[in-house]
């Protein structure tokens, strides 16, 4: 099926340092997403992202986050300067967002150790 | 507000059933999903409700009670690979673009 890529797999950061996680979304897809997950706790949305502009953010999305898509190419995530609670596994999904598909399609996840 | 309960564990027997109870509270219910999560690997679709009453998709069946703001996602036949988090998520009418608000999960656990 579809499938969402997340580079890397795991990120090690000193804090304080910036960070860029990249995903790959299911090609024409129209709307991005990206969620926050710290061990044994719940998915907590962040924002998400359509046109080129972001639709909706969280009050976990702090103003050292920013997302962006140059060009269609990656949608990143970037946090700078990172902190000790950034340390979560980030996933990013895509959706088709067109004729009522209602389905996420996640990546697997980019873990981020802040230390 | 708007939030989204789960039980945290359930365990059942391989050939039974195991029915993941969700319950949410919304300002304004657009639908209702679920997805498996395997430990260390991406959740995946496995059903989306909207209208009240039992959707059978085979090995699995959902349900929904917008009234009682209640659904079950229903594992029949249950085999050892069904072990896995299923979550419940929930789109709000007021959300833009698609947000889901999750639930923490339900860690079922098949044993032989």
């Known amino acids: 099926g579809p499938k969402v890529l997340q580079i890397p797999s795991h990120q090690i950061i000193d804090m304080g340092q910036m960070v860029t996680l990249n995903c790959d979304p299911v090609?024409?897809?129209?709307?991005f997403y990206w969620y926050k997950q710290i061990l044994g706790q719940q998915m907590e949305f962040l924002v998400n992202?359509?046109?080129?502009?972001?639709?909706?953010k969280s009050k976990l999305f702090k103003d050292q986050f920013s997302v962006e898509r140059p060009d269609g190419s990656y949608f990143t995530l970037k946090i700078q300067p990172t902190a000790l609670e950034d340390s979560a596994v980030y996933f990013c999904?895509?959706?088709?967002?067109?004729?009522?598909?209602?389905?996420?399609?996640f990546g697997h996840g980019t873990k981020l150790s802040v230390l | 507000g708007q939030g989204v309960e789960q039980p945290d564990n359930l365990m059942s027997v391989e050939g039974t059933f195991a029915r993941v109870n969700c319950t949410y509270s919304?300002?304004?219910?657009?639908?209702l999903s679920w997805y498996q999560q395997r430990e260390g690997h991406a959740p995946v679709f496995l059903s989306y409700?909207?209208?009240?009453g039992l959707k059978d998709s085979g090995h699995f069946s959902t349900f929904l009670s917008r009234s009682n703001g209640y659904s079950y996602l229903l594992l029949t036949e249950l085999q050892i690979k069904d072990s896995a988090s299923y979550l419940c998520?929930?789109?709000?009418?007021?959300?833009?673009?698609?947000?889901?608000?999750f639930g923490i999960g339900t860690r079922v656990l098949v044993r032989p």
């Open positions: 999904a895509s959706s088709p967002g067109t004729g009522g598909d209602e389905r996420l399609f």
């Open positions: 090609s024409n897809h129209l709307y």
């Open positions: 992202f359509y046109n080129g502009k972001v639709m909706e």
């Open positions: 919304t300002s304004g219910f657009n639908g």
């Open positions: 409700v909207v209208l009240d």
């Open positions: 998520a929930v789109r709000d009418l007021l959300s833009a673009g698609n947000k889901l608000t």
